[in-house]
């Protein structure tokens, strides 16, 4: 970190306070506010939380659409010396009751019907967005500060809900020293600056969203915020908005090459396009090309438990097309075997990551922490064991093999279902694909997104695989299902297969 940087959440809001106190900070689809509006109205927000007994370290939840006073929220809580936990606006009773009996929170503030809904599943206060707002407000026009006089870098700024190999989402551990450098660093690869404008589309419940609101404070960039916004409408708002840096996943990628196919107006003046969540297609890769003319398509790769591993650089983003980039500033990453130790370029194995990035752990979690957040023996420095594989090249650059849930063997090879999935992706007419793995006596199988017939999409993937590597099962299905974080909802699939498969 240099000179003057601070190691705070809140602290970035500041410096682009110093820096920009007129720029405008983040709009939604009900107005924008400037730096210096927003920086107001979180020091209210963190006197609201005083006022209703939030202390240091106590946990804040919110359940609430992707607009502007939740980014408000964020800054306040983090001013406080609360932590700020994000909940996805989807997530239903059935997690909702266990999150928060994990988290213990102070307090919970939602919006409309999830109040009432809440209520009924925990004894935490529950207050409503629009009279907590109307109380921020009122207390941002007297003015003043708040911000904890005992916070500590290591602190835990925020609590990231994750869904996994668990039955229940578990909370990464996110402290305010690890965010901002891990913030800083990913700036610097991408050069986020003032006359951006960054389009988010999603939850700040998942890190990819709640990332973009510290890297437009750091590039002093304007962040809109289109949660709200109908898929129709989405091409436009980017034009109305003069949108410049835009975070995808495969699927709204895809929505997005489609309304700009359809569309005839100039494109909006996007130069950066970020991918992360799941790999983006080559054919959509070039199609996002065509609509935005010059723009960087930059693949990355990461896990919440350290934000993120790799960037390839955007100038560099027609090279080694098959690789997610190079480790951090900062960071490093290595390749295990399965002895632990580590092997030569080229081969694959675990990858492994350390640097100040490495969150702690899983909040309240001691047995998940112990495997995944382990101590290098030499050295005694965190490292994360991602158990996802892959390999590095004698450049240093990283090549995502899969997750270990990815990996399999069948009929004697070893493969992945990421390479299926590429294969079935290159198939003229096939907009995305999703491989479930041999399990439970069926064999393999792939679903595809296309209007083309099954034994034509078997009959093509046999032209690109090796024989081992071919589905015994092909479905079509006009949209497939996806997680919100926009990967292959594979439960649902396979429950989907099993259905078709009953007599």
């Not at 941002?140 to 500060?145: E, K, L």
């Not at 997005?256 to 950066?272: C, H, M, N, Q, S």
Request: glycine share 8%; proline share 8%; with cysteine.
């Amino acid at each position: 970190m240099g000179h003057g940087e601070s190691p705070y959440v809140h602290g970035l809001l500041d410096e682009a306070l110093e820096e920009t106190p007129e720029r405008s900070a983040v709009r939604d689809t009900a107005g924008r506010w400037t730096y210096r509006q927003l920086a107001g109205l979180s020091h209210a927000f963190a006197r609201w939380l005083r006022d209703h007994g939030v202390g240091h370290g106590d946990r804040v939840v919110t359940q609430l659409p992707t607009r502007r006073e939740a980014v408000a929220l964020f800054y306040g809580t983090s001013r406080r010396g609360a932590v700020f936990v994000p909940l996805n606006p989807g997530m239903k009773e059935f997690h909702l009751a266990s999150v928060l009996d994990n988290a213990e929170p102070a307090l919970v503030v939602t919006d409309g019907s999830r109040a009432q809904r809440l209520r009924a599943v925990t004894r935490v206060p529950v207050y409503d967005l629009a009279s907590v707002w109307s109380e921020v407000e009122a207390e941002a026009a007297r003015g003043g500060s708040e911000d904890h006089p005992g916070i500590a870098p290591d602190d835990v700024a925020s609590l990231v809900y994750t869904s996994g190999s668990t039955a229940t989402p578990k909370a990464v551990i996110c402290p305010h020293a690890q965010m901002t450098f891990v913030s800083r660093a990913i700036r610097e690869e991408l050069g986020y600056r003032p006359d951006d404008v960054v389009f988010c589309r999603f939850p700040l419940s998942w890190d990819y969203g709640l990332y973009k609101v510290l890297l437009s404070c750091l590039g002093s960039s304007e962040l809109v915020l289109a949660g709200d916004e109908s898929d129709l409408r989405l091409l436009h708002r980017m034009r109305e908005t003069g949108t410049t840096v835009m975070p995808i996943v495969p699927s709204l990628a895809t929505m997005i090459v489609k309304l700009a196919e359809r569309d005839p107006g100039p494109p909006p003046p996007v130069r950066l396009i970020t991918n992360t969540g799941a790999a983006l297609p080559p054919a959509t890769i070039e199609a996002l090309r065509a609509a935005f003319p010059g723009v960087r398509v930059v693949r990355q790769f990461g896990q919440t438990e350290c934000k993120r591993v790799s960037i390839m650089p955007p100038e560099q983003d027609r090279e080694r097309p098959a690789s997610v980039g190079r480790p951090l500033p900062g960071t490093s990453v290595s390749i295990l075997g399965t002895d632990g130790r580590p092997v030569p370029a080229g081969e694959v194995g675990e990858i492994v990551v350390t640097g100040p990035h490495v969150m702690p752990g899983y909040w309240r979690s001691p047995e998940l922490t112990a495997r995944t957040f382990r101590r290098d023996e030499r050295t005694g420095e965190p490292r994360l064991h991602t158990g996802d594989y892959g390999s590095l090249d004698a450049d240093g650059y990283l090549y995502f093999e899969g997750r270990r849930d990815d990996m399999f063997k069948r009929k004697g090879i070893r493969m992945s279902t990421l390479e299926i999935e590429a294969a079935a992706t290159d198939i003229p007419g096939v907009r995305a694909a999703a491989v479930l793995p041999p399990a439970d006596g069926r064999d393999l199988a792939v679903f595809v997104e296309s209007e083309l017939a099954p034994h034509v999409i078997l009959k093509e993937l046999a032209e690109r695989l090796e024989p081992q590597k071919v589905p015994a099962v092909c479905r079509v299905v006009t949209e497939l299902l996806l997680t919100a974080h926009g990967k292959n909802a594979r439960r649902a699939l396979t429950a989907m297969l099993q259905e078709t498969d009953a007599p």
